[in-house]
């Protein structure tokens, strides 16, 4: 037996021992597969959103409205009312879009007359936190 009907022995071996494939029906030209899309993941939750934290500007305009000081023609801005309170003697920081936080609140309260204070001053006030001073201290239900 030569070299060459040797391998030719092996890859007959080889084919016969391979499982049969399937004929095409048509002459036309086999189109590959599609695999099916890979499932997606397992819905994971996302956190919550966290709560949107009012600016201390935002914070001013409300308490301006609500003291009722004079507001401009096209109604208060952040400065417009960080104004109005310096002339009531209320001096707020001048980062007027940066978050509000308890120590803002607090020193515009105390600014009103009210005693308070707080043991977390860096705290960033939620809107609900800010929105329930201002109920409280600023438009008490009567």
Same mark, same amino acid.
Request: aromatic share 0%; net charge neutral; charged share 35%.
């Given at each position: 037996? %030569?070299?060459l009907s040797g391998l030719?022995?092996?890859a007959l071996t080889f084919l016969l021992a391979a499982p049969a494939l399937p004929f095409a029906q048509s002459e036309e030209p086999e189109?590959?597969?599609q695999q099916e899309p890979a499932a997606p993941p397992p819905h994971q939750q996302e956190p919550p959103a966290a709560p949107i934290?009012? %600016?201390l500007g935002e914070f001013a305009m409300s308490v301006a409205a609500g003291l009722k000081l004079p507001a401009p023609l096209t109604g208060f801005t952040p400065e417009s009312a960080a104004s109005g309170l310096l002339q009531k003697g209320i001096r707020?920081?001048?980062e007027l879009t940066s978050p509000l936080t308890e120590s803002d609140a607090v020193s515009i309260l105390n600014g009103l007359g009210y005693k308070i204070?707080?043991?977390t001053p860096s705290r960033v006030m939620s809107a609900e936190r800010a929105g329930l001073l201002l109920e409280t201290f600023i438009n008490p239900a009567k």
């Open positions: 037996m %030569t070299r030719a022995a092996i189109e590959p597969e934290a009012p %600016t707020l920081r001048a204070r707080t043991e």
